[in-house]
Nanobody, 118 residues
Framework: QVQLVESGGGLVQAGGSLRLSCAAS????????MGWFRRPPGKEREFVAS???????NYADSVKGRFAISRDNAENMLYLQMNSLKPEDTAVYYC????????????WGQGIQVTVSS
């Protein structure tokens, strides 16, 4: 059983930066594929970034070069550094865990609001 709690959201001006954190509980964190997703207002949830236990990362084209996902397996923490923010980045952001046997993202945080003003 895994619990995820996001923090670090808020309001920021276009061009600014925010760092999101996700605190995870569970014995399998280091083996889990972890990801960040977001739901813009009026739209469906979309993939943002993922990171394997080994540190291999993947990013949506819309955030490449601007966002960086990282993890600290010793502390069961997941991070998303967001730079050069745009109004289009405004969304509720969620962290998710895809645990062995990697059926899918079966665990989710409560979500945290990120608002980017123009």
């Amino acid at each position: 059983q895994v619990q995820l709690v996001e923090s670090g959201g808020g309001l920021v001006q276009a061009g600014g930066s925010l760092r999101l954190s996700c605190a995870a509980s569970g014995r399998t964190f280091s083996d889990s594929l972890m990801g960040w997703f977001r739901r813009p207002p009026g739209k469906e949830r979309e993939f943002v970034a993922s990171i394997r236990g080994t540190g291999v990362t993947n990013y949506a084209d819309s955030v490449k070069g601007r966002f960086a996902i990282s993890r600290d397996n010793a502390e069961n923490m997941l991070y998303l550094q967001m730079n050069s923010l745009k109004p289009e980045d405004t969304a509720v952001y969620y962290c998710g865990a895809n645990t062995p046997p990697y059926i899918g993202y079966g665990y989710w945080g409560q979500g945290i609001q990120v608002t980017v003003s123009s």
